[in-house]
């Protein structure tokens, strides 16, 4: 089975590290701090990686070969129970050109959370390393007011919570960008800026879900129940489409391995067209071969967009319909606040009804 690492306490230590992108630049310096603070206030011990104030790297915060030798050591040692990871960003893949997931596989497990560019880690830690890992909130998320979803993210890393369900509502991106382009910007200092504050939700979550027969995807009423078992395994989809073929690839055994798997997926700067390929290239590479559903989050550029007639739901429902598989749309996954924090790796049974979500770990 996929291993589980032991669940995190106060007293415990966490190891915070830059392995993509990290707080060397504000607001993310002044989110760090405050979320370390927090942290600590819990309890917790926070190790501070040499890298997350470096600054010499290109999209990344430092050269990747560092980057990756840092992360490496910080999930060897012993004295880091845990780690959170410093930020999402953009050349990841770079720096686990440098991992050696498969001696990971003799390591001692340890929860790595963190989301968006860290699916270049999380993705093999699962797939190559054969260990959990969860897809949440990166060390910044935790510099807001908590409220359920940073909870929630806590929670699993101390094995309190086992049942999460989808929030009622959302943060629709596009809707604050009208409001703030009828105010004019002026600088900001983050030395007295207040980011102790909760969400601003602005929108209703509406869960839209298919049912797929005769190969092609049918939107469910409200009163229709989805269920599906499985092990949770997916994240940004514009870092996993890129991994396809390559050596981080390790599908086609995972699925000989694991015969149900519900993916659970969502997208950042793919537009509607770019999102619907990236979803066909791994299609055609075999990922989906196992799928017994698929749990799609609120993708950040693509959502509610439209393209040529594409837009975000045909991206996914279109390509995948002809598999057979339930699909749960506009979940609270990925980049449009909030988020479920997800173990990917673990075994789970999700159900939806209507706008409500429910994953439940085994």
């Given at each position: 089975?996929?291993?589980?690492?032991?669940?995190?306490?106060?007293?415990?230590?966490?190891?915070?590290?830059?392995?993509?992108?990290?707080?060397?630049?504000?607001?993310?310096?002044?989110?760090?701090?405050?979320?370390?603070k927090k942290l600590e206030e819990r309890d917790y011990k926070i190790i501070e990686g040499?890298?997350?104030?470096?600054?010499?790297?290109?999209?990344?915060?430092?050269?990747?070969?560092?980057?990756?030798?840092?992360?490496?050591?910080?999930?060897?040692?012993?004295?880091?129970?845990?780690?959170?990871?410093?930020?999402?960003?953009?050349?990841?893949?770079?720096?686990?050109?440098?991992?050696?997931?498969?001696?990971?596989?003799?390591?001692?497990?340890?929860?790595?959370?963190?989301?968006?560019?860290?699916?270049?880690?999380?993705?093999?830690?699962?797939?190559?390393?054969?260990?959990?890992?969860?897809?949440?909130?990166?060390?910044?998320?935790?510099?807001?007011?908590?409220?359920?979803?940073?909870?929630?993210?806590?929670?699993?890393?101390?094995?309190?919570?086992?049942?999460?369900?989808?929030?009622?509502?959302?943060?629709?991106?596009?809707?604050?960008?009208?409001?703030?382009?009828?105010?004019?910007?002026?600088?900001?200092?983050?030395?007295?800026?207040?980011?102790?504050?909760?969400?601003?939700?602005?929108?209703?979550?509406?869960?839209?879900?298919?049912?797929?027969?005769?190969?092609?995807?049918?939107?469910?009423?409200?009163?229709?129940?989805?269920?599906?078992?499985?092990?949770?395994?997916?994240?940004?989809?514009?870092?996993?489409?890129?991994?396809?073929?390559?050596?981080?690839?390790?599908?086609?055994?995972?699925?000989?391995?694991?015969?149900?798997?519900?993916?659970?997926?969502?997208?950042?700067?793919?537009?509607?067209?770019?999102?619907?390929?990236?979803?066909?290239?791994?299609?055609?590479?075999?990922?989906?071969?196992?799928?017994?559903?698929?749990?799609?989050?609120?993708?950040l550029t693509a959502f509610n967009k439209e393209m040529m007639g594409a837009d975000h739901?045909?991206?996914?429902?279109?390509?995948?319909?002809?598999?057979?598989?339930?699909?749960?749309?506009?979940?609270?996954?990925?980049?449009?606040?909030?988020?479920?924090?997800?173990?990917?790796?673990?075994?789970?049974?999700?159900?939806?009804?209507?706008?409500?979500?429910?994953?439940?770990?085994?």
């Amino acid at each position: 089975m996929i291993k589980r690492p032991d669940y995190i306490k106060p007293g415990c230590s966490i190891g915070i590290t830059a392995p993509s992108f990290g707080p060397s630049s504000e607001p993310y310096r002044s989110m760090y701090f405050l979320a370390k603070k927090k942290l600590e206030e819990r309890d917790y011990k926070i190790i501070e990686g040499e890298t997350l104030f470096k600054n010499d790297g290109i999209g990344i915060n430092t050269d990747p070969k560092v980057a990756a030798a840092e992360l490496m050591d910080f999930y060897k040692r012993s004295d880091v129970d845990a780690i959170i990871s410093a930020g999402g960003g953009e050349l990841m893949n770079e720096t686990i050109t440098n991992v050696d997931f498969e001696s990971l596989k003799s390591a001692k497990p340890k929860w790595y959370l963190g989301y968006s560019d860290n699916t270049n880690f999380i993705f093999p830690l699962v797939t190559i390393a054969g260990v959990q890992g969860i897809y949440g909130p990166c060390i910044s998320g935790f510099a807001k007011k908590w409220e359920l979803p940073e909870e929630d993210a806590v929670s699993l890393l101390e094995g309190t919570k086992t049942e999460f369900s989808g929030y009622g509502q959302f943060v629709n991106p596009f809707t604050k960008q009208e409001e703030n382009s009828e105010k004019q910007e002026e600088p900001v200092d983050y030395s007295t800026y207040n980011f102790d504050v909760p969400y601003e939700y602005n929108s209703e979550k509406v869960l839209t879900s298919f049912i797929c027969e005769s190969g092609r995807a049918v939107k469910a009423d409200a009163n229709t129940e989805i269920q599906m078992s499985g092990i949770l395994l997916g994240g940004c989809v514009d870092v996993l489409a890129n991994l396809v073929g390559t050596r981080f690839d390790n599908m086609k055994e995972f699925n000989k391995k694991y015969k149900d798997i519900i993916w659970v997926l969502e997208a950042c700067d793919l537009t509607p067209m770019s999102y619907r390929r990236a979803i066909w290239n791994m299609r055609e590479a075999g990922w989906f071969d196992n799928a017994k559903g698929f749990v799609i989050g609120r993708p950040l550029t693509a959502f509610n967009k439209e393209m040529m007639g594409a837009d975000h739901y045909n991206a996914v429902t279109d390509v995948v319909g002809e598999l057979g598989a339930p699909i749960i749309m506009d979940a609270d996954v990925g980049h449009i606040d909030p988020m479920i924090p997800v173990v990917m790796g673990a075994e789970a049974n999700v159900t939806a009804r209507g706008n409500e979500l429910e994953i439940k770990y085994l």
